[in-house]
């Protein structure tokens, strides 16, 4: 399903695009290697290739959008997945990915996509949309403490 594109200020946010992938793959990049996943640690490319490939499979629960300033620059993106809950009948959204291009920081992407990708559950009758972030994250932090409220729980994972 495809979702209007929303205008906010110098940019919008929007669907990714199959033609986007080489200037998405900057900002994939960058958010990467913030956390840690650059040179040596980096994805493997068939991990790039494959998650590209889901955001335009029907069949995959994963989407993307992009922000893009009005001569065409993507300076943004956020990625999110549907799942399943034990706690609610509908499914939930997961948003997974997060990153404004380091000379865009303060416009308002992130809130923007954010708030794209709220809207796109809420047109869709999901109520939940929730996210994880590093501790060390303090710049994204300061921005999802005045957008969404944090719950208490500490994430623990088992592997890599």
Known sequence: MNTPTTLL????????????????QPLWD???????????????PAITDTTWQRFFD???????????TTDGRLI????????????????VVYLQDLFTAP??????????LIDSVGRWAQER????????????????????????RHHGFIVYALGH
């Open 76 to 91: 943004g993106l956020v990625h999110w997945l549907l799942h399943r809950s034990t706690t609610r009948i509908e499914p």
């Open 9 to 24: 200020g110098p940019f919008h946010t929007r669907l990714v695009q199959r033609n986007d992938r080489a200037a998405w």
């Open 58 to 68: 029907p069949y995959e629960p994963m989407h993307a959008k992009v922000a893009e």
């Open 30 to 44: 960058g958010y990467n290697a913030f956390y840690g996943r650059a040179g040596d640690t980096a994805l493997a």
């Open 125 to 148: 009758g999901i109520a939940r949309v929730y996210w994880q972030t590093h501790e060390s994250n303090a710049a994204g932090r300061a921005l999802y403490e005045q957008v969404a």
């Open 103 to 112: 000379d865009a920081r303060g416009l308002g992407v992130g809130r923007a």
